[in-house]
């Protein structure tokens, strides 16, 4: 079983949409969770992060941490066409580890 | 702030040839990590350091993969001899502490031919 396991897509959704992004991970010592953008050629760059059962939001963004069941997600609300990327979930418990990443097409 | 640095930004060498990928972390941050990112196997955590000190290399491939952090502000990922297979693109990252967000560089694409 990977550590942190990803849909790899692609996710097609409207532009306006709400995209849901889901990640589950194996170890059950893991503290804090990540989600990261990455565009085509580019390097990864942190949209959210989340350290507690629950809900946190940022603008359009929501990170929701479910400890018990080992899953992380995300929701995109209002989708742009300028968020299709590859989002990647990360797992912290010493070390950073990330899984494969979703891609996500929003199309007009 | 500079955000993490790498070089080169591309690579391209012959199989065989030895291979330097250096990365400056941000000022102030004291765990480095190298990770590889190739189509199929997404990013992959190869080292990382704390204070300089090797703390998890189980990723690093093979012994023909090497890295050193001989101070806080410089680091070193070595391939001798590289494969065709090696090629993939090497990011450097950086964090202020344990649980903190990384910070990446903007990679290295590396092509061994």
């Known amino acids: 079983q990977k550590e942190v396991e990803q849909n790899s897509g692609p996710l097609s959704v409207p532009e306006g949409a709400i995209a849901s992004l889901n990640c589950t991970y194996s170890?059950?010592?893991?503290?804090?969770f990540f989600w990261y953008r990455q565009y085509s050629g580019k390097s990864p760059e942190l949209i959210m992060s989340i350290y507690s059962n629950g809900d946190k939001e940022d603008g359009r963004f929501t990170a929701q941490l479910n400890k018990a069941s080992q899953y992380v997600s995300l929701l995109i609300r209002d989708s742009q066409p300028s968020d299709s990327a590859t989002y990647l979930c990360?797992?912290?418990?010493?070390?950073?580890?990330f899984g494969t990443g979703t891609r996500l097409q929003v199309f007009p | 702030d500079a955000g993490v640095i790498q070089s080169p930004r591309h690579e391209v060498t012959e199989m065989g040839q030895e291979v330097t990928l250096r990365c400056k972390p941000i000022?102030?941050?004291?765990?480095l990590f190298w990770y590889r990112q190739t189509m199929m196997r997404g990013l992959e955590l190869l080292i990382y350091f704390n204070n300089n000190v090797p703390i998890d290399d189980s990723g690093m491939p093979e012994d023909r993969f090497s890295a050193k952090m001989p101070n806080a502000s410089f680091s070193t990922l070595k391939i001798q001899p590289s494969e065709p297979r090696d090629s993939a693109v090497y990011f450097c990252a950086s964090r202020l502490g344990q649980g903190e967000k990384l910070f990446f560089g903007s990679g290295t694409q590396l092509s061994v031919l």
């Open positions: 170890d059950r010592g893991s503290q804090s």
């Open positions: 000022s102030g941050h004291n765990s």
């Open positions: 990360a797992v912290n418990t010493d070390k950073l580890i």
